[in-house]
């Protein structure tokens, strides 16, 4: 029986099946049907090949989907692992940051302060400090009868401020330059501001710093920060000083910003020089005139620092050590 | 055939970026008027004061909160579904550099937060958290979705 796939025109329809080239009806057909039957066999040998092209590029989207999926998946994990470490060392590996802020370990309060900036600050020659013009001076350390105020047998130097007070600002200053004679900060102090809204004074905080001296202990106590809280009506505390020292504070000057207790044996109950003298400087400028006579800054901190000097020298140190002192 | 785009990573972004730029915008508020008003809690861990007003609060004296500000406005743009229909690489990919942007910098203040200025604040946490989403989403819907096809609506 023929084949009805050998009368032309039918050749496109019927002999493009899988098995019509098995079909016994071929072999009774012309020339031109066996042209036909030739032409449907390579149609359908093109359209398994696109078929099969058609699978493969399927297979291969599908394949490039998945992976790039999973690339996705890799890429979210990551930085949730980056988030999750930062977390676990803040948390638990490197020290928690809990209400209170007294008595942890952690990097010193503010900016970091440029190395080169804290030594020439701690560099200032001491000749320097001595001849720098007093006129600028307001206050001076007073002498005091109180009880010694020790830290593991040292001489105690407490300082009882806040960041947010220009006058602290000011003093600050000076403290740096005077205490750097007798010893060393680890942390460093850091880079402030007294608030945006009381001077703006650019200074230094000793909040979280450490000083080591073999004259002396250094008891930094800033007692708020340079910000207010959320209602606005007062700044967010920050340290609280002991029962006895806040009835030192109370007794020294009534409890102002700032109050310097040399061992119990002198107080220094304000700022030395007026905090107006470093307005409108930036940090770097004021850092620069220390150790600069000519300039207002820079005499008012120098000669604040020799006081401070002198008084450390005769009512705590005895006079050591003999090259600052003498 | 390749699957149709969906519509969620749009939808998505969409949601996030417009609530990113609200609280960008209310923090760029707040770092101009002295955060006076600043809504947040205080207690030590949390304290957004401390962060809006530290010296990180600021990059080469432009206000962070206005750099976030930019981010989702442009971001905002980028996630609406008509750009999300945009088959162009340029638009595709430039979305996802942009989100990586907006990622490596929430990394790098969270590192702030919590290695320099020692708080935390929640309405920055909450922009961190929009951030990484929208990150999330996009990276997903461009890595894991092909190109949509033909017309930009």
């Given amino acids: ?326 | 055939m390749p699957d149709e785009f969906p519509r969620w990573p749009a939808l998505v972004g969409t949601v996030c970026s417009a609530l990113g730029l609200g609280v960008a915008g209310y923090l760029t508020f707040e770092h101009y008027t002295s955060s006076s008003s600043l809504a947040c809690a205080d207690n030590g861990t949390i304290n957004c004061l401390k962060v809006t007003t530290s010296s990180y609060s600021e990059v080469l004296g432009v206000p962070v909160a206005l750099l976030g500000l930019l981010f989702f406005a442009v971001m905002l743009v980028l996630q609406l579904p008509p750009v999300w229909r945009r088959p162009e690489p340029t638009v595709r990919y430039g979305r996802l550099a942009w989100a990586v942007v907006g990622l490596c910098t929430i990394l790098y203040l969270l590192y702030r937060e919590l290695f320099s200025i020692d708080a935390i604040c929640l309405w920055c946490t909450g922009v961190h958290v929009l951030t990484f989403i929208v990150f999330c989403t996009t990276t997903y819907a461009t890595l894991t979705y092909p190109p949509p096809e033909g017309a930009v609506a």
Avoid at chain 1, 20 to 48: D, E, F, L, V, Y
């Fill in chain 1, 1 to 326: 029986m023929p084949n009805p796939s050998t009368r032309p025109g039918s050749q496109s329809k019927k002999g493009s099946g899988p098995n019509a080239a098995k079909n016994g009806g071929s072999k009774s057909t012309g020339p031109r049907g066996t042209g036909a039957k030739k032409g449907a066999k390579k149609t359908a040998a093109t359209t398994r090949f696109a078929e099969r092209q058609a699978r493969k590029e399927e297979e291969a989207r599908l394949a490039r989907q998945e992976r790039n999926k999973r690339y996705a998946f890799v890429t979210i994990g990551l930085v949730i692992a980056v988030v999750a470490v930062l977390l676990i060392v803040k948390f638990a590996g490197g020290g928690s940051s809990t209400s209170s802020t007294a008595d942890q370990p952690s990097p010193p309060g503010g900016t970091p302060i440029p190395a080169a900036t804290l030594a020439k600050l701690s560099s200032v020659p001491l000749s320097t400090l001595r001849s720098a013009p007093t006129t600028g001076i307001l206050t001076t350390p007073q002498s005091a009868s109180g009880k010694a105020l020790t830290t593991d047998g040292k001489p105690q130097l407490l300082y009882i401020g806040a960041e947010y007070c220009p006058h602290c600002a000011a003093e600050r200053w000076a403290m740096y330059v005077a205490l750097t004679k007798f010893g060393t900060f680890d942390p460093e102090p850091g880079r402030i501001h007294s608030a945006t809204q009381d001077g703006n004074i650019p200074t230094l905080t000793y909040y979280r710093t450490k000083y080591s001296s073999p004259y002396l202990a250094f008891n930094p106590v800033e007692v708020y920060t340079n910000y207010l809280n959320s209602s606005g009506n007062n700044y967010v505390a920050l340290e609280t000083p002991t029962e006895a020292e806040l009835n030192l504070w109370q007794s020294g000057n009534g409890g102002s910003f700032p109050y310097v207790n040399f061992a119990g044996k002198a107080i220094l109950p304000s700022a030395q020089y007026s905090f107006a003298d470093l307005q409108g400087l930036t940090f770097d400028q004021v850092a620069a005139q220390v150790g600069n006579n000519a300039t207002t800054a820079g005499a008012d901190i120098d000669a604040s620092a020799n006081q401070l000097i002198k008084t450390i020298c005769t009512t705590m140190t005895h006079d050591q050590p003999a090259d600052v002192c003498s």
